[in-house]
């Protein structure tokens, strides 16, 4: 075995290096290791079983529950050159005989099967005929009846462990609460396997709630400032707010699509596929969107009605951002989100336990909602990791205040007491500001002594102490479902003066949106997230002419953008500004495959750029600085540019290296000028120019240079047009060898 785990990640993906745990499980699976992986979404866990089955003897068989995901897996594969197909009901029968036929001659590297699939007699017998390089299970948690997404077929898996004892298991999830984990363990037989557990976090999630008050408004707000133009997931209750809420943003101008169970398979289907094949498109949908959706770009998700748990929150927010990149997860919570999630809760008197666990999921959902503190402290905390502040939350980046409230919450639990425990706040809070309403002089309620004496704090500040209070447990909501607040043991203590209460205040929401706006508009131009990273025109111009291509190149082929190249990719090419084939190597994303693919079209690209604007400084992505240096270290000594001057030297043209390389005359001058630059030819050698005619290519381009003009398009005006833009590169990079020669000298 020639290749190692690094070679094939850096060759066939084009990423520089691991991350987390991958490399650790890669190399227990290749050496012939069962293994049980817990990741996050998002922390790259297909590459676990791809590398290994590429590396090992055989054919590596993934069996994944989802039609939609192996395809997609596939098209990912095959565009990175890798030997890969997928077996399943979606096949015609022609199409199945064709893998089989491949897989029977020993042409496939990875195979996706069904589960029901590979447990037919007959597909057995063909596997016991093949060289097996691994089984991988993907989201084994199929297999646990605790979680709902239980699919009986898996509980068959097991078998592959007595059939097949000598070949290497590795079963996959995100999903890894207690008994889903010992029920992997048991029932797919990976007792002696060795568990990689990643942590739950997901640094790249920005976790933000909103106090609801205009809730699909805010929700607008937020698209519009932060997510223009950007793929993303709101999460509605019901099919009927689904259709609602995507009626309204599409009459919004933001682009929707609505997916929910009610719809029939064919419109469920389209939805999918648009969403995943367009840029931009943003999903609204109930809980039934999400399993199986792997798009790296998701930029944020939304939600406008509470998730179940956090367990739930933790999966549906995590389906943004699994390319790494910045992304949001943002929720709109209020009383009334409360209110349902109360109704919801088993009744008393349901089988044991069960209410029990319910409660204690609304608390710490709601706990996390009205937090004070770090969200990503108290959502890791409920999984049992302990966390630093993040840095990277609302409550983080914009710290709440909170003042001794004893008194507010007094107050407020009074007035509870006072009007006999039967109300919801928002009567409760026209009883405190002293309001006349209709019913607070039906139940004499201005008689009582609490009537009037909150007239100090807003009603929006009233409401997010009430909201605090059930919260901290204070107080209960009634589960009949009429929203009327109730004391708790908790509450007396307040009330006793056995324990104080911080209280949070409360930004009054008007004056909030609007400052909001005002810094984002400052601050962001119009390529939403990725004008953080890009700091000059020039960068954000090269952004979306390497975006406009992709897009182009995604729609001659019917393929998702992303299978050409991730965002990732495209923001390591905008900023590191690449000129040859070395450079664009040093991308993250870009393997030996997609560059013989797309390199030279997206080079040109970017060489028109350069040419017509300047190029300005090549620099890093932000965190992967030391990655990329020493790949570009290595590329610099590379071979190809080396190559190419063997045999330039060896075949004295341009056109034949060309012909002999199969690449294109572009690349090959793109070699020679990097090697001028480098002082290893002459700018004659490249190009048979009379001194003169260099003299005054030199002349034009150091004008300009010294009125700080670094594009090539005015020099080659100033030329009008005597010389082409790859003469007068050439002869810059000879300028830039002697500068070199005579720094050294000096
Ligand atoms: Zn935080």
Known sequence: MSQTPLDVLRSVYGYKSFVGLQEGVINHVTGGGDALVFMPTGGGKSLCYQIPAMIRQGVGVIVSPLIALMRDQVGALTRNGARAACLNSSLSTSEAWEVERRLGRGELDLLYVA??????????????????????????????QWGHDFRPEYLQLAVLKEKFPQIPRIALTATADGPTRADILTRLHFQDARIFSAGFDRPNIRYIVVPK????????????????????????????????????????????????????????????????????LVMVATVAFGMGVDKPDVRFVAHLDPPKSLEAYHQETGRAGRDGLPADAWMSFGMGDMMVMRKIIAPDGDAAGRKRIELQKFNALTGFCEAISCRRQILLG?????????????????????????????????????????????????????????????????????????????????????????????????????????????????????????????SEPEKKERTRKRERRER??????????????????????????????????????????????????????????????????????????????????????YDEHGRGEPRAVPGEEKVEAEVRKKAERGETARKTLELFHALGSVEAVAAERALTPHTIYSHLIQAVGKGELAVTDVFPLAPDAIRRVEKTLASFKTRGITALKPVFEALEGAFDYEVIRCVQSGMWARGKKAVKRG
């Not at 691994?134 to 948690?141: G, P, Y």
């Open 382 to 506: 409920y999984f049992g990791e302990t966390h630093e502040p993040c840095g990277n939350c609302d409550l983080c980046l914009n710290p709440v205040e909170t003042v001794d409230g004893t008194v507010a919450a007094q107050m407020a639990l009074s007035c509870v007491f006072r009007t006999g425990q039967r109300f919801g706040a928002a009567h409760l809070i026209n009883v405190l500001i002293g309001k006349h309403t209709k019913p607070v002089l039906q139940w004499g309620h201005d008689e009582v002594s609490t009537f009037g004496i909150g007239q100090e704090h807003s009603i929006n500040q009233w409401r997010g102490l009430y909201r605090q209070l059930i919260a901290d447990g204070s107080l209960e909501i009634d589960p009949e479902g009429f929203g009327s607040l109730r004391l708790t043991q908790r509450a007396w203590e307040i009330l006793k003066g056995g324990r104080t209460f911080a209280m949070r205040l409360e």
């Open 213 to 280: 008050n205009r809730g699909r408004e805010q929700l607008l707000e937020f698209i519009e400032n932060e997510h223009k133009g950007d793929s993303g997931i709101v999460y509605r209750m019901s099919r009927k707010k689904v259709e609602e809420t995507c009626q309204w943003l599409n009459a919004k101008g933001i682009e929707s699509l609505p997916y929910h169970a009610g719809l029939d398979k064919r419109s469920r289907d389209a939805s999918q596929d648009a969403f995943m094949r367009k840029e931009g």
């Open 524 to 609: 962001k131009p119009k390529t939403g997230w990725a004008g953080e990273f890009l700091q000059t025109p020039e960068e954000t111009r090269l952004f979306d002419v390497l975006r406009d291509l992709r897009r182009k190149l995604a729609e001659e082929e019917g393929a998702p953008p992303y299978q050409v190249f991730q965002d990732k990719t495209l923001l390591g090419m905008a900023l590191l500004k690449p000129r040859t084939e070395e450079d664009l190597l040093a991308v993250t994303g870009v393997g030996q495959s997609k560059l013989e693919k797309y390199g030279a079209l997206f080079l040109e690209a970017l060489a028109a750029q």
């Open 115 to 144: 589960p029901e699939r590979i447990m037919m007699p007959g597909f057995m017998s063909v596997l016991e005929r093949l060289d097996i390089a691994l089984f991988a299970i993907d989201e084994a948690h199929c297999v646990s």
